[in-house]
């Protein structure tokens, strides 16, 4: 795979107080040294949040009226610096980056290509923004072992085996698979410094 550093992006999807629970918590620590390592590198970041709105399809038809107000919209505690540094933070009112056209203009106003995917919930806004990217013939990638649900293990599971189908397995990686392009701090000339590895 060919990656250009100024093409890719880390999207950071929901890691707001109201999704980050028993089950899901684990991936925090994890996003936070991704974030640090993929800044160090001199690449960008983005945050979402899900913003519910009265009258939306998730009350209206779903009967769901959480996210519509601090705290629980908030990005948790410890990624909260990480969102103040990041490049932009989208507040969306659908499950995908690409349902408000604020995440859509941001992509493309930036020329991100490669959309490096984590967060929560996998089967829900984290799938939805993979399949919205690849349907604009971006190219996504969902880091799973960085990518959990509130709902537990077997919806995550279940995100991520949707997820293949849609987008293709080759695109469901770990963080262990990121290019270190992406994730090396540079040198001075510019290039990535990694252990020879």
């Known amino acids: 795979m060919t990656i250009r550093s100024g093409e890719a992006v880390l999207v950071v999807i929901d890691l707001q107080n109201y999704f980050v629970r ?7 620590p994890v996003i936070a040294d991704l974030i640090t390592r993929w800044r160090s590198a001199g690449n960008e970041v ?8 009265p009258g939306s399809p998730y009350e209206r038809l779903l009967g ?4 519509m107000e601090p705290p629980q919209i908030d990005v948790v505690d410890e990624l909260r610096t990480h969102a103040q540094q990041a490049t932009a933070v989208i507040d ?14 941001l992509i493309a106003g930036h ?14 806004c984290v799938l939805a923004t993979a399949l919205g ?3 604009l013939n971006l190219t996504p990638w969902l880091i799973e072992d960085a990518s959990a649900s509130h709902r537990g293990r077997p919806a995550h599971e ?4 949707v997820a293949g189908s849609f987008i293709g397995e080759r695109q469901i990686i770990s963080v262990a698979d990121i290019p270190a392009l992406l994730t090396a701090p540079r040198s001075q000339g510019g ?3 990694t252990d020879g590895r």
Not at 46 to 53: A, C, E, I, L, S
Not at 64 to 67: A, F, Q, V
Not at 111 to 124: K, P, R, S
Not at 158 to 161: L, N
């Open 64 to 67: 769901w009226t959480e996210c």
């Open 191 to 193: 290039l990535p410094v």
């Open 46 to 53: 983005v945050f979402t949040r899900y913003v519910n709105r």
């Open 92 to 105: 969306k009112n659908g499950y995908s980056l690409f349902a408000d056209a604020d995440g859509a203009a």
């Open 133 to 135: 990217a690849f349907e």
């Open 22 to 28: 028993d089950v899901s918590a684990h991936i925090v």
């Open 158 to 161: 279940a995100g991520v085996f």
């Open 111 to 124: 020329g991100w290509q490669d959309i490096y995917l984590c967060g929560i919930a996998t089967e829900n």
